[in-house]
C-alpha cells in the first residue's frame, strides 16, 4: 500500500494503446481501477531487489574477502556437507 502522506503524481508518455488496453484488463480482473493497479505494481517493484546492485554488492563482498574458490572446491565442499 502507497503512503497517504506523501503523494507523487507520475505522468507516462507514449503507451501503446495495446499496452494500456492491456494493463486495464489485468486491473479490472483484480477488482482495481488502472491507477490502483499500477500503484500497486510499481509499490511492489520497489521493493524488489535490484539485480544489478546485487550482483555489484556480491562481487565487492568476494573481492574484499581476498578468497578464491574453484568450482571444483565448491563442489567439494558441498560434497562434504552431505556425508
Known amino acids: 500500500m502507497h503512503n497517504a502522506c506523501m503523494v ?12 494500456r488496453d492491456e494493463l ?3 486491473a479490472a480482473r ?3 481501477s ?8 510499481l509499490t511492489e517493484m520497489s521493493t524488489r531487489a ?3 546492485l546485487l550482483m ?6 568476494k573481492e574484499a574477502s581476498g578468497v578464491v574458490l574453484s568450482y ?3 563442489l567439494d565442499a558441498i ?3 552431505r556425508r
Do not use: F
Not at 8 to 19: F, L
Not at 34 to 41: E, F, G, H, R, S
Not at 56 to 61: G, N, S, V
Open 50 to 52: 535490484d539485480v544489478d
Open 8 to 19: 507523487t503524481s507520475i505522468t507516462i508518455r507514449n503507451v501503446p494503446d495495446e499496452v
Open 30 to 32: 483484480k477488482g482495481q
Open 79 to 81: 560434497d562434504h556437507g
Open 34 to 41: 488502472l491507477q490502483a493497479y499500477l500503484v500497486d505494481a
Open 72 to 74: 571444483e572446491d565448491i
Open 24 to 26: 486495464a484488463e489485468r
Open 56 to 61: 555489484e554488492r556480491i562481487r565487492a563482498r
